[in-house]
T-cell receptor, first 115, second 114 residues
């Protein structure tokens, strides 16, 4: 597709369940990012992947959060044993290559509600 | 560590009036600065960015921003706003040694009234 695609667009889950969020970056983009946006707040960096290098996981809030990326394509963000404070929009983004000043293109997000 | 502060959480303004959305950053190294816009029920899109060169940067939809190194600011301006500019605006910074990772401010909600 032309843009960053995320699924599901909306997910309601019960507290304690695991969830997986999927991201398809723009074709050919080597860098992929995950952000979290809580209601009424800014974007919080979670993790990013850059080609074959080790991912930068410095923003993951706890060990319940993990992410994987297959080559330079699809990424999955997994949240284990979800808590109510995990409710947020999870945004995926990609850029052509990893480097400062690159334009990052965002998907429309996956809205997660933990009840 | 780098950080971004957007001084106003909400900015109400009348149509055709000028507007300035303020952004300050802190960093000990060279930075690259961005403004993104999020229209209601849409994803974020890039308005403009400063990489180097001229400190006045022009973006889409008539917006511009000025990089001021001494004041560590990157304020966004538009001389005459439209109803369609109603949106959330985010300032972001990336550092030269941190790859493409962006650190965002808390956002400013611009509300344009007729």
């Amino acid at each position: 597709g032309a843009g960053v695609s995320q699924s599901p667009s909306n997910k309601v889950t019960e507290k304690g369940k695991d969830v997986e969020l999927r991201c398809d970056p723009i074709s050919g983009h080597t860098a992929l990012y995950w952000y979290r946006q809580r209601l009424g707040q800014g974007l919080e960096f979670l993790i990013y992947f850059q080609g074959n290098s080790a991912p930068d996981k410095s923003g993951l809030p706890s060990d319940r959060f993990s992410a994987e990326r297959t080559g330079e394509s699809v990424s999955t963000l997994t949240i284990q044993r979800t808590q109510q404070e995990d409710s947020a929009v999870y945004l995926c983004a990609s850029s052509l290559f990893d480097g400062p000043g690159n334009t990052i293109y965002f998907g429309e997000g996956s809205w997660l509600t933990v009840v | 560590a780098q950080s971004v502060t957007q001084l106003d959480s909400q900015v109400p303004v009348f149509e055709e009036a000028p507007v300035e959305l303020r952004c300050n950053y802190s960093s000990s190294v060279s930075v690259y600065l961005f403004w993104y816009v999020q229209y209601p029920n849409q994803g974020l899109q890039l308005l403009l960015k400063y990489l180097s060169g001229s400190t006045l940067v022009k973006g889409i939809n008539g917006f511009e921003a000025e990089f001021n190194k001494s004041q560590t600011s990157f304020h966004l301006r538009k001389p005459s706003v439209h109803i369609s500019d109603t949106a959330e605006y985010f300032c972001a910074v990336s550092e030269g040694n941190q790859g493409g990772k962006l650190i965002f401010g808390q956002g400013t909600e611009l509300s344009v009234k007729p």
